[in-house]
């Protein structure tokens, strides 16, 4: 897969980053073990993960793969949190999965932007992925209204020169939630993730206000959602013309699809 170096910085990864969002919806170990080894074997060289992600359990399988290729890269996010204790067992996230759709409280994520509960989950993530530097950390779902701007940046410069962090930044579903963030501060991020479709083009604030697109998310799911009968690969090629220079998040929990996906990259 072609390997791109992402707009404004001099970060490299492959085109297209593999996202664990929904990992922990393979209920087998094994399944998402193998599955995490097939993205690299299809050279994606660069994770997408949270500690929100399968209540902590996306970084913890991730941190098998990363063993095994030290030449991987990752990102992963702070402030927002899994719902209730860390350390659950796997009956319980399973118990919280499926009951979340009727209560959402028991899936709904902890909103923290403390500097303090930032610095403790990034420890933990480091730990999970059993890495010392984490290569972008982003804010998820940044509300600038709650977030001490000048306190961050003291963090994140802090971070790289301890060499904890390489890149820091914002990722949002909310195109209107970062562009407030930009609007008020832009030393605060030097990667931006965000949400865009082929479709509605979300992730255009970022052309307005100046800024490239540099890791941008979610346009299979929308595309499936708005657009049933659409063959992945004409979505495919929309995407591609949507982010051509920068890097696209994509996930899938089957194997099938990673083929398929895979096979149109080598195409390219
Ligand atoms: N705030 C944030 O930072 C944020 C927010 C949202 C997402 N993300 C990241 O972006 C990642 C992707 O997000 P997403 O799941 O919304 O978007 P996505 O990757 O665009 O969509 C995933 C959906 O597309 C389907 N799919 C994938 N490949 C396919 C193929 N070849 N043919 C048919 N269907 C296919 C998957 O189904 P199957 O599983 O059946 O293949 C799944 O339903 C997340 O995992 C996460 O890492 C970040």
Redesign the pocket.
């Known amino acids: 897969m072609e390997k791109i170096i992402i707009p404004n910085t001099n970060f490299q990864c492959s085109k297209f980053i593999f ?4 990992l922990l919806n393979i209920l087998s170990k094994k399944k998402r073990l193998k599955l995490l080894n097939s993205a690299v074997d299809k050279n994606f060289s660069h994770f ?3 500690p929100y ?1 399968g209540f902590g359990q996306a970084e913890t399988n991730l941190r098998e793969i990363l063993k095994k290729n030290q030449n991987l890269t990752i990102t992963t ?1 702070v402030s927002l949190y899994p719902p209730g204790r860390s350390n659950q067992s796997l009956l319980e996230m399973i118990f919280r999965k499926s009951f979340g759709k009727f209560l959402p409280f028991l899936v709904k994520p902890n909103i923290d932007f403390t500097i303090k509960k930032a610095n403790k989950s990034l420890e933990e993530s480091l730990k999970r992925l059993g890495r010392d530097c984490i290569d972008i950390l ?1 804010i ?2 940044p509300i600038i209204e709650l977030i001490n701007t000048e306190e961050w940046k003291k963090w994140f410069g802090q971070l790289i020169k301890e060499g904890k962090i390489r890149y820091f930044g914002l ?3 909310v195109a209107s939630r970062l562009e407030k963030c930009i609007v008020k501060d832009n030393k605060l991020f030097n990667i931006l ?1 965000t ?1 865009d479709s082929v479709d509605l083009m979300e992730a255009d604030f970022l052309k307005k206000n100046n800024f490239p697109l540099q890791i941008t ?6 595309s ?1 959602k708005r657009y049933p009968e659409k063959s ?1 690969k004409d979505i495919f090629n929309q995407i591609l013309k949507r982010n051509p220079d920068g890097a696209i ?6 194997q099938k ?1 990673l083929t ?2 895979s096979n149109l990259l080598k195409n390219l």
């Open positions: 996202g664990t969002g929904n997408d993960t949270s992600y996010k982003l998820h779902e990722s949002s579903l993730q949400l998310h979610s346009y299979m799911a929308s499936k992945y998040i994509i996930s899938t929990r089957s699809h398929e996906f």
